[in-house]
């Protein structure tokens, strides 16, 4: 009797092992190993997008490599504006951004430059040459208000909208470059209107802008057939939407 009942024991206890094994293959490791075969049969795939990765990564990180340098030069030859807060340098995206105050450079109202001015301008042009910018786009831009009527009768000076008076300081700074050696090829003028994008910024207004970045590059592997004369450069340029500004360090006093 008692070996009857050790003997039934023992049988459903291989069958409820069995039945274990049974939904432990069913349910956990048959999903396991259809989910692995599957991962398995995807690896070259995954490790085409994570070698992309890779390279995109590579690339970005040589196409920024120049920003930390070329802010450093920058904000140390424009140390003595940036003490005195005509001048602020900041990095916004892959672009390098210098504000200047307009009457560090020019007079009020004016496209004539500031007797002021010469000091700062040499300063810029030697800054615009340094091997830190080389092959870089370099926008010239300014902003400011609008100038009312002057005078009266002969000696009455017409208005003049904001962004004409804007064109006409960035034209005036790039022939000012180009006349002292700044690479013509680099430089691309711009106007902007009065009302800017403030954040991030400590000189809001009435100021020249100076924009540095990569060019454009063509992708490679796009096609090149029938290629299109490029066009020229305009003379007027949008500003860039608004985009996480981060201060440059003004370096220690000495």
Same mark, same amino acid.
């Given at each position: 009797?008692?070996?009857?009942?050790?003997?039934?024991?023992?049988?459903?206890?291989?069958?409820?092992?069995?039945?274990?094994?049974?939904?432990?293959?069913?349910?956990?490791y048959?999903?396991?190993?259809?989910?692995?075969a599957?991962?398995?049969?995807?690896?070259?795939?995954?490790?085409?997008?994570?070698?992309?990765?890779?390279?995109?990564?590579?690339?970005?990180s040589?196409?920024?490599?120049?920003? %930390?340098?070329?802010?450093?030069?920058?904000?140390?030859?424009l140390?003595?504006?940036?003490?005195?807060?005509?001048?602020?340098?900041?990095?916004?995206?892959?672009?390098?951004?210098?504000?200047?105050?307009?009457?560090?450079?020019?007079?009020?109202?004016?496209?004539?430059?500031?007797?002021?001015?010469?000091?700062?301008?040499?300063?810029?042009?030697?800054?615009?040459?340094?091997?830190?910018?080389?092959?870089?786009?370099?926008?010239?831009?300014?902003?400011?208000?609008?100038?009312?009527?002057?005078?009266?009768?002969?000696?009455?000076?017409?208005?003049?909208d904001?962004?004409?008076?804007?064109?006409?300081?960035?034209?005036?700074? *790039?022939?000012?470059?180009? %006349?002292?050696?700044?690479?013509?090829?680099?430089?691309?003028a711009a106007?902007?209107?009065?009302?800017?994008?403030?954040?991030?910024?400590?000189?809001?207004?009435?100021?020249?802008? *100076?924009?540095?970045?990569?060019?454009?590059?063509?992708?490679?592997?796009?096609?090149?057939?029938?290629?299109?004369?490029?066009?020229?450069?305009?003379?007027?340029?949008?500003?860039?939407?608004?985009?996480?500004?981060?201060?440059?360090?003004?370096?220690?006093?000495?």
């Amino acid at each position: 009797m008692l070996m009857k009942i050790i003997t039934a024991v023992l049988a459903a206890l291989l069958i409820l092992t069995l039945a274990a094994g049974a939904f432990f293959y069913l349910k956990t490791y048959k999903p396991m190993a259809e989910d692995n075969a599957r991962m398995t049969a995807r690896m070259p795939e995954l490790d085409k997008a994570m070698l992309e990765l890779r390279h995109r990564k590579e690339k970005e990180s040589k196409e920024t490599a120049w920003l %930390k340098p070329a802010i450093e030069t920058l904000s140390a030859g424009l140390a003595n504006e940036i003490k005195s807060g005509r001048a602020e340098v900041l990095a916004a995206g892959n672009k390098v951004v210098v504000n200047i105050a307009e009457q560090a450079l020019y007079l009020p109202d004016s496209y004539t430059f500031s007797n002021e001015s010469p000091q700062l301008r040499s300063n810029l042009i030697a800054l615009l040459k340094n091997d830190t910018l080389k092959g870089k786009d370099i926008y010239i831009g300014n902003t400011t208000h609008a100038v009312p009527a002057q005078g009266r009768g002969r000696k009455k000076i017409a208005a003049k909208d904001a962004r004409t008076l804007a064109a006409e300081r960035s034209a005036a700074l *790039i022939k000012d470059f180009e %006349k002292n050696g700044v690479n013509r090829e680099a430089l691309i003028a711009a106007a902007y209107a009065s009302q800017q994008p403030r954040i991030g910024f400590l000189i809001k207004d009435r100021k020249t802008v *100076i924009i540095i970045e990569s060019p454009p590059t063509i992708p490679a592997g796009a096609t090149t057939a029938a290629a299109p004369v490029p066009a020229p450069r305009p003379a007027s340029q949008t500003q860039p939407g608004e985009i996480p500004i981060q201060p440059a360090r003004t370096p220690n006093a000495h």
